[in-house]
């Protein structure tokens, strides 16, 4: 590591001990409460948790139904409730068809489905991707690999501090052979934006 780098480093790490010892001063949170939830919440935070909504929609038409109804409870019934988050933040989920094909923004921050899709990429949150997927999905979807057809509708959801937004992709030919657990692992977090769709990797 650089000078420099080791430098700022030392200097973020400075400033988190002194909120973490205005909190503590403050009876708002301890040390060993902070580590606790960071370690709980890593487990938990991963885009296999929407991976798993997204394969019992594909196997469960009715699991389809209450996901596309309300994924908020539809996650809980799988165990991604999304602890932490505030009830006035709503999951929905929206999903693929060979008509439409649906991709997530936020355009004026970076608000994510964290409990369900993981960390964000950093491209998530850049301002080239914020302003030019609204402006022009196809350019984007392109540059990200993804050709959609012509006849295929392209529609943009931008999140906001009330709303999060899962994509449902279709579930690739050949998937219905897989075992669920080989399905979630066919679901990636950019399937969830929607800035990719599953596939199944060809049988050598």
Same mark, same amino acid.
């Given at each position: 590591?650089?000078?420099?780098?080791?430098?700022?480093?030392?200097? /973020?790490?400075?400033?988190?001990n002194r909120l973490l010892d205005l909190a503590e001063a403050r009876g708002v949170i301890t040390r060993p409460e902070v580590d606790a939830r960071i370690e709980a919440y890593g487990d938990r935070v991963t885009a296999r948790n929407g991976a798993e909504m997204v394969v019992r929609a594909w196997n469960s038409p009715e699991?389809?139904?209450?996901? /596309? $109804?309300?994924? &908020?409870? $539809?996650?809980?019934?799988?165990?991604?409730? &999304?602890?932490?988050?505030?009830?006035?933040i709503r999951l929905h989920a929206v999903a693929n068809t060979p008509d439409v094909h649906h991709v997530v923004v936020c355009t004026l921050c970076s608000c994510y489905p964290l409990a369900w899709l993981g960390p964000p990429p950093a491209w998530y949150k850049s301002e080239a991707y914020r302003s030019r997927v609204v402006r022009d999905p196809r350019g984007v979807l392109r540059e990200?690999?993804?050709? /959609?057809?012509?006849?295929?509708?392209?529609?943009?959801?931008?999140?906001?501090?009330?709303?999060?937004?899962?994509?449902?992709?279709?579930?690739?030919? &050949? $998937?219905? $052979?897989?075992? #669920?657990? #080989?399905?979630?692992?066919l679901v990636t977090r950019d399937c969830l934006i929607g800035t990719a769709v599953p596939t199944v990797p060809a049988r050598v």
């Open positions: 590591m650089s000078g420099s780098g080791h430098h700022r480093n030392a200097e /973020l790490q400075a400033r988190v699991y389809r139904d209450r996901l /596309l $109804a309300d994924a &908020g409870a $539809a996650a809980a019934e799988l165990g991604h409730a &999304g602890s932490g988050y505030s009830s006035d990200f690999g993804l050709v /959609l057809p012509n006849t295929t509708e392209v529609q943009v959801w931008d999140a906001s501090a009330e709303a999060r937004y899962l994509v449902v992709p279709m579930r690739p030919d &050949g $998937a219905e $052979a897989l075992s #669920e657990a #080989e399905q979630v692992d």
